[in-house]
């Protein structure tokens, strides 16, 4: 069964830095506003890094400006006094972005930009009508898991996978059309990693990414999408993943140590919305499968012992667990590019990956033909 594009994560902003800069000479990223009645301070957010990168100024009379090195075209965030409308912008470097409009209607401002922000705005009203019908879906199944009637609850969530189903073509059909009218763009290169790399789709990611023209691939994020690429090579189907992390009680373990049996390594945290949520149906495929063969080795990112003991318990998760207690630094989940948590790999009797992210009942079909 294919995995959905729009499942829900919890999702890390990964910096990969080490780059050397595409042009030689050092230009400007410059962004202006002229909004009628607007007063306070405006904040200019990039993510790109490892932190966000927050940069502010006084507005005078509606009339404030930006202006600081940039390398790549890359995309910001202004963010309005009181955080009361969030603008997204794609700016190039020695290219001036100018917002104009009125402090009265914050979300139907006129921003004029190089090219690169005109090709997002194409993007950014074809994504708007994706997540308007990725929202509608979400309700449903919600709805659906209050149902009391449990043929009715099996055909709505039925309707549901089926929606996401389509609405994952409707996405990478969309991403394809403008990979394939833009391939030169660092807007093309930025949709492709935001939705097929930070999920992660790898799959996906890479048949788009060959589309790409050398000036895109040399792009900030066609950059990112290689160093991804490599990254996720550790974790390919085929290959046998190593590390060691300490369990609970402070003791060592080896993902060699489970050698003869078919071992989930799963990624999560307990402040994990997802994954606290996908944790009944890991529980009930060890249940299911542990006598046949099937171990779970879970590894938390969490950072406060504490938090991770208590959910583990109350989740009664009663297999075993390691974490270094990194958080997002967690080493394991750093050399094998966990961007998102839940994220699992499923390894054979020899420590060799055979699948990854399975979740619901992919997770016991899985299994049932492996184990059967």
Sequence with gaps: MKKSVFKQGCMLAVALIGYTAVTAQQKNLKVTGNITGLTGKVYLANYTGEKPVLDSVIINNGIFAFEKPLQDADFFVLQFPGDRARLSLFTEPGVTTAVTGSSDSLNHLRVAGG????????????????????????????????????????????????????LDQTLYLAVDSFVKAHPASPVSAYIIYERFVGYPYPENAAK??????????????????????????RTAIGVKPQFTQPDTLGKLVKVSDFKG??????????????????????????????????????????????????????????????????????EAATAFGVKSVPTSLLLDKNGVVVARNLRGEELHTTLEKLLK
Aim: aromatic share 12%.
């Design 261 to 330: 049996k078919y071992v989930l390594i799963d990624f999560w945290a307990s402040w994990c919305g997802p994954c606290r949520k996908e944790n009944p149906n890991v529980v009930a495929a060890y249940k299911k499968y542990h006598d046949k063969g099937f171990e779970i080795l879970s590894v938390s990112l969490d950072d406060k012992k504490e938090a991770w003991l208590n959910a583990v318990h109350k989740d009664g998760l009663t297999w075993t667990h390691v974490s270094d207690l990194k958080g997002w630094k967690n």
């Design 115 to 166: 090219p690169a922000q005109k090709q997002y705005e194409q993007w950014k009203n074809v994504w708007g009508t994706i997540t308007a019908t990725a929202g509608t879906l979400y309700r449903k199944s919600d709805a659906a898991e209050k149902e009391k009637d449990t043929t009715v609850k099996a055909q709505m969530k039925a309707e549901v996978k089926e929606g996401f189903a389509a």
């Design 208 to 233: 788009q990414y060959a589309q790409l023209s050398p000036a895109a691939k040399a792009s900030l994020y066609g950059r990112k999408i290689e160093e991804s690429r490599k990254i996720d090579a």
